[in-house]
């Protein structure tokens, strides 16, 4: 009997990635590309979308190769059907469309947040978590309810890994590997705490715009902190003029400030916030699990910070390093098999992207 295996194509932001994956949960193959810019820039929509078109057959072949399969031996096809952005979420749909066609092969959309979920509950062994769920375009505390990931708590404006990639913009650090991993490895170095850092929880919900600007604020006022620029950015950087108000807390910043410190002052107000609101999500759920998920959460600091708060009350953390946290096509292609085993595969004419799509959209049918 020939082995069920499905295709996963996840494609929602700077990350192309395509993985094989068994019935029963077994990755085969999981390779991906990430899209990085000059420091100092950010990823748009066009470009990145190019980019995902140039490497998406190089990474079909590479995750068949590994996987020591060809298309004639997958069973499923799943894609990212949102949300993310447009362009790359297009080229995903259209070679999954494409091969779901050519090789009369079903195929099935995913929620790219409950593909995070699910490979959360998989990698971790966590069953009933609660979720905290972390990373460029999502910042949300999630848990499962009468057949919906519910929210809990999320952010009122940008998401974590937003906040932390447009602050790596600000003090003109490099993309690669990735903005977060490098503010991690620079906060470990810092010493000096802002603290009148904007520190903003609503209830369950956060907001990071304010100390975005804060920082940004900081940063005019000592523009010595900032790594030293790149010429040839000048012409994909926003040109800003912004002119900072006397404010008190500039008397309290110290003379000896560093790019760390800021780093180091960003990352433990941040994750204070989530911890914070993860930890009241725990009480209500009366859970002993917490899953992150999501690309910020494979950063150390913050998993420390859960696991502490997590400990105190008697239960577990479930932790995943970048292999799983970060956007992979694994995730899709185990999502997607859960779903076509509950309701069978998605209608072709329903099979577009959408760019908006949360997480208590989806009726998790495989969840009783």
Known sequence: ????????????????????VSKDGTILSNPRRTYITPPGTGFVPKETAQHHRNKILEVLDEALQIAKVSLKDISLICYTKGPGMAGPLNVGALVARTLSLFYNIPIVGVNHCI?????????????????????????QVIAYSAQRYRIFGETLDIAVGNCLDRFARILNLSNDPAPGYNIEQLAKQGKNYLQDTPYVVKGMDMSYSGMLTFFEE??????????????????????????????KWMERIPNDLTAADLCFTLQETIFAMLTEVTERAMSHCESKEVIIV???????????????????????????????????????????????????????????????????????????
């Not at 005019?220 to 003029?241: A, G, W």
């Not at 859960?306 to 105190?312: A, E, G, N, P, R």
């Open 1 to 20: 009997m020939q082995q069920f295996l499905a295709l996963g194509i996840e494609g929602s932001a700077n990350k192309i990635g395509i993985a094989v």
């Open 115 to 139: 593909g995070h979920i699910e490979m959360g509950r998989l990698a971790t062994g966590c069953q009933h978590p609660t979720v905290l769920y972390v990373s460029g375009g999502n910042t």
């Open 218 to 247: 900081v940063v005019i006022v000592k523009p010595d902190v900032k790594l030293p620029d790149f010429e040839q950015n000048d012409d994909r950087k926003r040109k800003k003029t912004k002119q900072v108000q006397n404010r």
């Open 294 to 368: 999501g690309g910020v959460g494979c950063n150390e600091r913050l998993q420390e910070m859960i696991k502490l708060m997590v400990q105190d009350r008697g239960g577990v953390m479930g932790g995943m390093d970048e292999r799983y946290c970060i956007d992979n096509g694994a995730m899709i292609a185990y999502a997607g098999i859960l779903e076509y085993f509950s309701t069978g595969p998605t209608p072709f004419e329903e099979t577009f992207v959408t760019q908006r799509f949360r997480t208590d959209e989806v009726f998790i049918s495989w969840r009783k």
